[in-house]
């Protein structure tokens, strides 16, 4: 590249960027700023020719036109550029032997049936029983009572009860953390799924040679008064996704032993299983102060 070449890319970004000097919100000017430097340097390190911009553009533009209501491809676009993990790793702090966050996910519901200490979340789901249990602390070791426990995951179809399009509400519910921060329930053993892949990201995915699928887990939010609300997962030591996990949200502290049970063994709650295969899996959620 010549000299007068080089000058020519740097005076444009310079100008570009200057153009948000005057921004009221210095946070937003911040942002606006950074981002240009950034885009300018891609543009300029890869050599971007006009029809990978056109491509790139008519890219976003389908992206945006199959976004709707049920589903953003935009956050999934996120989610497998790592950007969505980024963010969550950014915003959750390490903070002492606090539990490590990951991504939220696209299948989150408000309004969760409430179910007892030992409780059964998947209400007909299709899938393996399995037993979940541990105690809600914090980072000094103390005991968190009434914290709140949202869990949800897939059934052993590798769907979410919202993919079906009916009313029904499966493998999903709440519990509270009791006295001694102790929680129990029944869950799903978590199965592998793919990524909604029939679209602009499935094809991103596709062509870079890269699969849809999430390592199998099982999807906790933890609040409590005065402590950090937590999202995370754990997952299923063992899987072979766990190295290839679609949107980076596997952390190994969140890989936990899934251990199978005698079938026909004695239940923890003492439930009859009717002869079906279980596991059990143990999970302590460590909180962080709300202000770490």
């Known amino acids: 590249m010549s000299d007068e ?28 700023q950074s981002l240009t430097r ?30 709707d209501e049920r589903r953003q491809e935009f956050i999934l676009l996120s989610d497998v550029l790592g950007a969505s993990m980024q963010t969550v790793t ?13 991504v939220f996910g696209p299948f989150f519901v408000d309004g969760s049936p409430l179910v007892p200490q030992g409780g059964d979340i998947s209400f007909g789901a299709a899938g393996q029983p399995c037993w979940v249990e541990g105690v809600v602390t914090d980072t000094s070791g103390n005991p968190v009572p009434d914290a709140r426990i949202e869990v949800w995951e ?20 709440h519990l509270f953390s009791g006295s001694d921060g102790g929680y129990r329930f ?34 906790f939010m933890v609040t409590a008064a005065g402590m950090r609300t937590l999202v995370t997962h754990i997952f299923v030591r063992g899987d ?41 899996v143990r999970f302590d959620i460590v909180l962080a102060p709300a202000d770490a």
């Open 38 to 67: 950034h885009l300018h340097a891609f543009v300029r390190e890869v050599r971007l020719t006009d029809a990978e911009w056109q491509e790139a553009i008519g890219f976003l533009t389908e992206t945006g036109h199959i976004t």
């Open 186 to 219: 029944w869950a799903l053993v978590p199965r592998p799924y793919p990524i909604p892949h029939d679209g602009p990201v499935g094809r991103l995915l596709a062509a870079t040679g890269r699969s849809p699928l999430r390592a199998s887990h099982l999807h």
């Open 240 to 280: 072979e996704l766990l190295s290839s996990d679609s949107v980076f949200g596997v952390r190994e502290s969140l890989v936990k032993d899934f251990v199978p049970q005698p079938v026909g063994g004695v239940t923890p709650d003492g439930r009859d299983l009717g002869g079906r295969e279980w596991s059990r």
């Open 154 to 173: 897939a059934d052993d179809d590798g769907f979410y009860d919202v993919q079906y399009g009916d009313d029904r509400v499966a493998a999903r519910g």
């Open 5 to 32: 070449q080089q000058k020519r890319e740097e005076r444009l970004t310079d100008e570009v960027v200057a153009s948000f000097d005057s921004t009221p919100d210095p946070r937003l000017r911040e942002i606006m």
């Open 90 to 102: 950014v915003n959750n702090e390490a903070y002492g032997s606090a539990t490590e966050a990951t």
